[in-house]
Structures are given as C-alpha cells and as structure tokens.
C-alpha cells in the first residue's frame, strides 16, 4: 500500500506537504480506539456534549484565518468564501448544541398501554467519506449532529484537502472532546477503494455517510448493502434554475451570477442549467453574459478574487472536456471557454447558449465555472426540461409571481425547492436529494436524528390483552 500523501496548491501547482498514510492495520487500529470510546461518549449527559460541540464552533472560529488560508492552498477556494465556510461550520456546532436536547428526547405516545414512548438512540461508530471541495463545511454539518447524537465518528477525508482533514481532528482536541471521539484516518488515493470497503465490512462501523461523485456513492452503498449497513448518500446535482417571463432581471442576473460560480462552479448545489423563458432569454443572456465576463479570475489569496483554480489537473481536464465536445455538437461560447494559460488550474468562467439536452453540458453534471442557458416556451416545458436530468438535488424558480414561480416548482423534482432566492444549505433545514443525487438528510432535525436507532418504548399493565391475536 502506498506510504505517502502530497497535498498540491491548484493555483500554482506546487507541493504542499506530504503526510505518511496509514495501511489497513493502521486504519484498524483507529477504528478500535474509536470504538471503544463510543460507549463512554454516549453516556456523557447531552448538555455536557453540546457544551464539547459548541466549543468546537468557538475553536473554529478562533482560528478562521489559519482554516481559511489552509482551505485556500489545498483547494483553491478563494479566501473570503474560505472564511465564511468556516463561520457556517461553527454555526452548525452552535445549532446542535442549542437544540439536539429538544429534539433527542424521549417522545411520549399515547397508546392503551400505561407508558408508551420513542427515543431516538445512538447507533455507534459513523464512517464519514467526504469531498473537498467544502472540506470543513462538509465534514461539520455531518460531525455535530451525529456526535450529538452519542455516537464517534471516523473520517476519511479526500486526499487533496489531508490537511484540513487533519487540523478538523485538531479542532475536537482543542475544544475538550475526548481524543478517540472523532478521528481522521490518511489514506492514500490507490488504497481508498479497499479500505473503504474493508472498514464498511467491520462490526464496528455501524453506518456510513459520503459526499461525492456518483461512481463513489454507488461503490460505498453497494459495500454497506452487503452488510446490511445504513448509509446516507450526498451526490452529484445538475440543479435548474428555471427564469419565468415575468422575473425581475435585475435581481435574477446577480443572483444566477451567484448560484453558478460559488466555490469558483465547485458545487454540488451550484445551479448549472439555466432554463430561460423565450420572451426574455436574449436579455437575461446578454446580461448574464456581461456579468460573468467581469468576474476576477486569479490568486485565490487575494480578497477581490472571485474565481479561482478548480481544485485539481484532472477536474480541469474533464470540464474542458465536456465544453469542446458541447461545442462540436453546435453549442455557442458566448463568453469564456477554455483553460487559461500560466500556471494553476485555471478554467476561465463560462456561458453556453445554443445547447441541446443530449449536450455534456445539459446531459453530465459540469463541475467548474460553466453555465448553460436553454430557452424554453411556457412554464410547462420549463418544468419538463427542469426535470431532463438524472439528478435531483435542488431547483430554484424565479417570478414576480411567487405562488406561480411554486407551482412550477413542485412539479420538479428535487430534494429542495427556492423560489426568488439561490438554493444553499441551512443548519435550520434539511438538506439531501432524490433520483441520483442520493438519499437521506443532512441538517435541520432530519440531520439530529438520521443516525439514531428510532426506538420504540412500551409499558403493559401486565395483563393479557383482549381481543383476537394480531401481528
């Protein structure tokens, strides 16, 4: 098995650092301590564990400049969008603490039995396999809740972003969790496969939560399926944004703007297909293009970047891909479209007109700052084209007229639904997709309780009940 990670700075290529990784044995290892600290950890009275989970938000935020500059060098995000993932990190911490008490206790039930009641109980170790492309928000929005919950957690995190995977283990330390609560295991981008699947494989590990590709979600569920193993899955997304012939364009441009290129077009929930009514679809082209042209692509250390490298080579070779293959297919560049020259990952931000549904563009979910505008005739083919994609994550849809902007709205399909505002996650509400985009809940009260064991209490009066047997 390979014995290093090296880390990579996508906006100049250079070497970061290199980590020694850990082997199956390792790992184990681990994995053991982990588990042994889980039944202790459960035990801990829920307010002491929201005390260890809101000071995780406060250590978090204590050191946002150094997370934020270490996001930046493995990934490329650009730094003020690096600073406020750290704060979201930290309010989902502040979240948990202030409401898991509520929402975990137990829940009476009227039956005809004297007690009848549900809680909802830990379940043990959580393996969590997460991307870097938000490589603390992804990990937070999993780690406070299921921690909450009474359970450890072990995080495999992706390799390019192993030094924020290591500094989050830091940040439990630092803030008094007990250390084997949460720990990072290192492994090698060959390794991942089998260990992954080895570890789903052990007794100890009682569920498992991915974010990222589809081909990785697939492999994950189908190793826990074996096992009869509980997963949640947070997957691709090739979310519409869907314009109606009444919308205020001036809200509508800065906020598509917004939607795409977050996380320099990184995102899962990035809108990607922008389905333009006919009547205003050269207006909102026009502006929309203007407005992405003006985007400042360069260092992601500098504050006034907006856009920044796409986090690795190999991802900047595939979107390049998926646009030159949309072009010789009849698709027009109407601003951006290719690689930028110098060193660093660099894709220049993108608008696509003249697409068809079959294009790579419109058919594959396009990871990186590239948008694609189709008109459409009428809010019924809207909402027909919205839904031409194996994806389902989120959908947001855009009227003057809001009860006709949700009408349109629920007749996609998606985890999520905003009208007049640009889809993003909330440690209020639940977060997750349909169709390919996966399954289960992160966040809101869905996320407290989704690796829980829902348990059912009864208390007799210890008499036979009357009446014929039933199941």
């Keep these: 098995m390979s014995a290093t990670v090296t880390t990579v700075n996508p906006a100049t290529g250079h070497e970061l650092q290199t980590y020694p990784a850990a082997d199956l044995a390792g790992v184990l290892e681990t994995l053991g301590s982990v588990a042994a600290a889980q039944p202790a950890w459960a035990a801990t009275p829920v307010e002491r564990r929201a005390e ?54 137990p829940h009476p039930v009227a039956t005809q039995h004297q007690q009848s009641w549900v809680e909802h109980e830990p379940i043990g170790v959580v393996l969590a396999v997460m991307p870097w492309n938000f490589p603390f928000w992804q990990v937070l929005r999993f780690a406070a809740p299921t921690l909450m919950a009474g359970n450890t957690a ?16 830091q940040v439990f330390r630092d803030a008094g969790v007990p250390e084997d609560v949460f720990r990072t295991i290192v492994v090698a981008e060959p390794d991942v496969p089998a260990i992954t699947t080895e570890l789903i494989a052990d007794d ?8 990222g590709s589809e081909r990785a979600g697939a492999a994950v569920a189908s190793a826990a399926g074996r096992e009869i193993k509980k997963t949640l899955l947070e997957l691709g997304g090739s979310d519409p944004f869907v314009v109606l012939d009444d919308a205020d364009l001036d809200l509508v441009v800065p906020s598509a703007v917004r939607a795409r290129f977050i996380n320099s077009g990184q995102s899962c929930l990035a809108a990607k297909r922008f389905i333009v009514a006919r009547a205003v679809v050269e207006e909102f082209t026009a502006r929309f293009t203007a407005a992405v042209a003006e985007l400042t692509v360069g260092d992601p ?10 986090a690795r080579a190999d991802l900047l070779d595939g979107l390049e891909r998926q646009v030159s293959r949309s072009v010789a297919a009849g698709a027009t560049v109407t601003t951006g479209g290719r690689r930028l020259d110098g060193p660093g990952a660099f894709f220049a931000p993108t608008v696509i007109t003249d697409v068809t549904l079959d294009m790579p563009v419109m058919a594959e979910e396009t990871f990186g700052p590239v948008a694609a505008v189709i008109a459409v005739d009428g809010d019924d083919e ?90």
């Excluded at 250390?301 to 796409?310: F, L, S, V, Y």
């Excluded at 399909?413 to 992160?442: I, M, Q, W």
């Design 301 to 310: 250390t500098d504050p006034a970047t907006t856009i920044g490298p796409m």
């Design 204 to 211: 100890r590990i009682a569920a498992v939560t991915l974010t």
């Design 382 to 471: 809207a909402a027909e084209i919205a839904n031409h994609t194996r994806y389902g994550l989120a959908a947001s849809v855009w009227s003057a007229d809001p009860a006709r902007a949700l009408a349109v709205g629920k007749r996609i399909t998606s985890g999520a639904l905003f009208v007049n505002t640009v889809v993003s996650s909330d440690p209020r509400l639940p977060f997750g997709g349909t169709k390919h985009s996966g399954y289960g809940r992160e966040l809101g009260v869905a996320g407290a309780t989704e690796f829980t064991n829902t348990r059912t209490y009864v208390i007799g009066s210890g008499a036979l009940t009357s009446g014929p047997a039933t199941e």
């Design 52 to 105: 260890l989970i809101r000071a995780v938000g406060d250590q978090l935020r204590k050191q946002t400049e150094e997370f934020a500059a270490l996001m930046t060098a493995e990934m490329g995000k650009p730094v003020g969008e690096a600073r406020a993932e750290v704060e979201k990190s930290a309010t989902a911490c502040d979240y948990y603490a202030d409401h898991s008490a509520e929402i975990l206790a």
């Design 154 to 169: 072990v995080l495999k995190h992706s390799p390019n972003v192993t030094g924020c995977a290591l500094a989050i283990e």
